[in-house]
T-cell receptor, first 108, second 114 residues
């Protein structure tokens, strides 16, 4: 397994705005997952995208995967204060290696 | 499906004491993982089981750490002779090798070593 690196490290937006965070990785993968973590809590699985998929949607979430650039992005549309959390990407499966995440702050 | 559960949720102990945490995975999941997370960092992999077999251990897992999954269901993580540097959130996750292998995490056990 390999580490995903999230960017930016921190993001501050107003409610209703869209939030985009990016993930880069180094070697070929079969899939990539995004997780959310509210302060002091466990990780919540958001979405899994496979290497043969380019885009995937789940509610207000849109994930893209560009295997040629070894990057993924997570877009949260019409953000809410409840979206305030840290977001992590995890390339591969089994032994997941996490970066430091993107800390998203959504202000009312 | 009640999700992954961990007990206790919080543990405060004195340096030098032993502590044990328990993780109950999602019932049909055959894989179970332990991670450790310190403030401001992402979770770090410690070890994982497939059924009762421990298949991989991180170098982070010193001799003071031991994990078991005796019947391929719940797992325990024991830390002997705790040190202040062991203070962290210990996260458990489970997955099914027969499915997408997506890992689902429990709420974690927060350990504070005084």
């Amino acid at each position: 397994s390999q580490q995903g690196e999230e960017d930016p490290q921190a993001l501050s937006i107003q409610e209703g705005e869209n939030a985009t965070m990016n993930c880069s990785y180094k070697t070929s993968i079969n899939n990539l997952q995004w997780y959310r973590q509210n302060s002091g809590r466990g990780l919540v699985h958001l979405i899994l995208i496979r290497s043969n998929e380019r885009e995937k949607h789940s509610g207000r979430l849109r994930v893209t995967l560009d295997t040629s650039k070894k990057s993924s992005s997570l877009l949260i549309t019409a953000s809410r204060a409840a979206d305030t959390a840290s977001y992590f990407c995890a390339p591969g499966f089994q032994k997941l290696v996490f970066g430091t995440g993107t800390r998203l702050l959504v202000s009312p | 499906d009640t999700g992954v559960s961990q007990n206790p949720r919080h543990k405060i102990t004195k340096r030098g004491q032993n502590v044990t945490f328990r993780c109950d995975p999602i019932s049909e999941h055959n894989r179970l993982y332990w991670y450790r997370q310190t403030l401001g960092q992402g979770p770090e992999f410690l070890t994982y089981f497939q059924n009762e077999a421990q298949l991989e251990k991180s170098r982070l897992l010193s001799d003071r750490f031991s994990a078991e999954r005796p019947k391929g269901s719940f797992s325990t993580l024991e830390i002997q002779r705790t040190e202040q540097g062991d203070s962290a959130m210990y996260l458990c996750a489970s997955s099914s090798s027969g499915g997408s292998d997506t890992q689902y995490f429990g709420p974690g056990t927060r350990l504070t070593v005084l």
